[in-house]
């Protein structure tokens, strides 16, 4: 198990989506060898170009040698099967947040890699120790919770699970330092600290998209630049993806007994069912396809025309729609300088009628 410290130890990763290449990432960074499987044909193939992509990039602005970032790339190899995986010293699992696919997959994980491998989790909400009863040794399985981007956010939630062995956590917090992490150990309670804690923030954007007509470039703008967020809920949400997202918060919500705190949004899942995922997909709540107008309401970061309905457009107009929870942020956004949404006059009664058919158009 100690060597799964050593560089020369090869780390599995299952489900080559946003968050499998990002750890991919982080692993051959650390030196490691990684193989990439994912289910859908292809999909391992692109997440690699990608991560190559990344290390060009990062050796184009001079953060690594061409050498370096050349050799990172090349470590990283795809899996055409699993049973490709069976010299892995830990196999983390990154597939899409359903209990059923995940315990399916350790199940058969379990079965390929060898008596002194290590499994682990990037879920985000599930129970760690309802995903080990798929297993015989559930002793060496742990959530290992990254954060998105994986090769920039810092914090790890390592989630103990109820049969998880100490020695277990022990390794896996010294490796997330090896790999430049800050390891968190938390319990394996409903959406651990983050998501549980960040639920709301998410859950009460939605509302005030639903519920109040709020336009969410200038929500995201209070947030981002008069709050001291990194990002605002909307533009974050879009960054996760909003299957993801709202998969996440299903889970919690079940978890606490349908507690209304944690009711998942009606506008969330319109955005899922229409494939509306995000940065992923292209679209989201804001449009990120080769050729939409970049949004006026961003500065130094990239996001793009909003496409939630005709809100943008209509904020901008003389005493149009406004959230009334957002009007707090008035007096830091006065001025239109071409840069951030300009708040503008709250909601009145006459603007419901509006709003309302607006929202119908929304796919
Ligand atoms: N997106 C985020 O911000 C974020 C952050 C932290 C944790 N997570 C968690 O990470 C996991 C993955 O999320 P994501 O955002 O990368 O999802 P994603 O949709 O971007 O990628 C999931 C990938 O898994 C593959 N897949 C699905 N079932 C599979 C299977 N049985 N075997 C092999 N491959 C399979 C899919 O083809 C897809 O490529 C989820 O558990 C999620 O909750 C996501």
Redesign the pocket.
């Known amino acids: 198990m100690g060597t799964l410290l050593a560089p020369s130890a090869i780390i599995g990763i299952?489900?080559?989506?946003?968050?499998?290449?990002?750890i991919a990432e982080v692993a051959t960074q650390a030196g490691h060898s990684v193989r990439l499987?994912?289910?859908?044909p292809g999909?391992a193939d692109k997440?690699r170009t990608r991560i190559a992509g990344s290390f060009a990039a990062r050796a184009a602005k001079g953060r690594i040698a061409g050498s370096e970032a050349e050799a990172a790339a090349r470590r990283v190899t795809v899996a055409a099967t699993?049973g490709d995986l069976a010299s892995a010293a830990l196999v983390i699992?990154?597939?899409?947040?359903k209990m059923a696919?995940?315990s399916?997959?350790l199940g058969a994980l379990e079965t390929v890699v060898g008596e002194d491998a290590l499994l682990a989790?990037?879920?985000?909400?599930?129970s760690v120790s309802a995903l080990a009863r798929a297993l015989k040794r559930p002793e060496r399985f742990a959530g290992l919770?990254?954060?998105?981007p994986a090769p920039v956010m810092t914090l790890v939630e390592v989630v103990r699970g109820r049969e998880t062995a100490a020695a277990v956590i022990d390794l896996l917090c010294m490796l997330m330092r090896a790999w430049g992490k800050t390891p968190v150990v938390v319990r394996d309670a409903p959406g651990f600290i983050v998501n549980r804690v960040a639920r709301p923030f998410y859950l009460e954007a939605l509302s005030l998209l639903e519920r109040h007509g709020a336009d969410p470039a200038t929500v995201d703008a209070v947030v981002r630049d008069s709050g001291g967020f990194r990002m605002g809920p909307f533009e974050l949400m879009d960054?996760?993806?909003h299957?993801?997202?709202a998969?996440?918060t299903q889970a919690v919500f079940e978890a606490f007994d349908r507690d209304p705190r944690f009711a998942p949004s009606r506008a969330q899942a319109e955005l899922v069912a229409a494939g509306r995922?995000g940065k992923?997909s292209g679209q989201g709540i804001y449009d990120y396809r080769a050729g939409a107008r970049a949004s006026r309401t961003r500065g130094r970061r990239p996001a793009r025309e909003k496409i939630w309905a005709g809100h943008l457009r209509l904020s901008r107009r003389r005493g149009a729609l406004a959230a009334p929870g957002v009007t707090a942020g008035t007096q830091t956004h006065a001025r239109d300088d071409g840069r951030r949404p300009r708040p503008c006059g709250r909601l009145g009664p006459s603007d419901h009628g509006k709003r309302d058919s607006l929202r119908a158009r929304v796919g």
């Open positions: 299952v489900g080559a989506g946003t968050m499998g290449a990002g499987f994912d289910a859908v999909a997440a699993l699992e990154a597939v899409t947040e696919a995940k399916e997959l989790t990037n879920t985000s909400s599930l919770h990254f954060f998105n960054l996760i993806g299957d993801v997202n998969a996440v995922l992923k």
